[in-house]
């Protein structure tokens, strides 16, 4: 069946890519399910084809298709090689060629296999002008301490990231809890200021002095409610002293 189909060509279709390039994995290459998909398009055709029922322009472009790169690349931006664009660094250096290239970093293809996919997805007929070798080891081991020490920053920033958020929750929170304090104390102060206020009208509540008198049971009213003994401040000097020379 396709599923079967399908499924025995997805596993050695990933390994052949993988060993051109430790980095030829998603999303530098499609994910899995479009990987399938893609599979699944070109079974399709291949039945159609087998069948009969596509017309001869149809068929050969079918047939073409054979011979070309089954490309799952994410990124399809046009490559092109220094001795095309007359590049001063043409055969002076291990990578040939050039990308204009807008897609994310983490999507780009590998520097170094730029020019073998310009050449697998140009030509025409039979093999292309760059094959597939065996592992280089030594870049594919590079390649893979590299990916990890990427992963490895990735992880940090994301710890790092995270330890800010949960810094400026905290601070938040602790903005929060002062400001209650003051709106808390604000409103105590207030009800306090209301309490002496009252207090201090009470206070106002004194008996006054009768400077008349000439006994002590006449020096003040007894029978006002006073909270407060009778204060003199509001007596003159003379009034004080004929109470002082008074015989009570």
């Not at 890519?17 to 479009?34: D, E, G, H, M």
């Not at 905290?170 to 309490?195: G, I």
């Not at 020096?219 to 015989?247: A, F, G, M, Y």
Request: glycine share 4%; net charge neutral.
């Amino acid at each position: 069946t396709i599923n079967d189909t399908r499924g025995s060509l997805y596993v050695p279709l990933l390994h052949q890519w993988t060993k051109a390039n430790a980095l030829f994995k998603p999303p530098v290459i499609n994910q899995c399910r479009t990987i399938e998909l893609k599979l699944t398009k070109l079974w399709h055709k291949a039945v159609e084809t087998s069948l009969g029922k596509r017309n001869l322009a149809r068929k050969n472009e079918f047939l073409h298709t054979l011979d070309t790169l089954f490309d799952i690349l994410t990124c399809k931006c046009s490559i092109q090689l220094c001795s095309e664009s007359n590049c001063s660094h043409s055969g002076k250096r291990e990578n040939n060629s050039h990308i204009d290239c807008g897609c994310p970093r983490e999507k780009k293809i590998p520097v170094l296999e730029l020019e073998f996919i310009k050449a697998q997805r140009t030509k025409a007929e039979g093999q292309g002008s760059i094959q597939m070798g065996s592992i280089d080891y030594s870049e594919t081991k590079k390649q893979i301490a590299n990916a990890k020490k990427r992963e490895q920053i990735r992880e940090r920033e994301q710890k790092k990231k995270m330890k800010s958020e949960e810094a400026i929750q905290r601070e938040e929170e602790l903005c929060q809890d002062v400001y209650h304090f003051f709106d808390s104390s604000s409103d105590e102060q207030e009800a306090t200021s209301d309490d002496i206020g009252r207090l201090f009208v009470s206070f106002k509540k004194s008996s006054p002095i009768n400077v008349n008198a000439t006994k002590l049971s006449e020096l003040v009213d007894l029978s006002l409610e006073v909270l407060e003994p009778p204060l003199t401040t509001s007596l003159t000097s003379q009034e004080l002293r004929n109470i002082k020379e008074t015989p009570m």
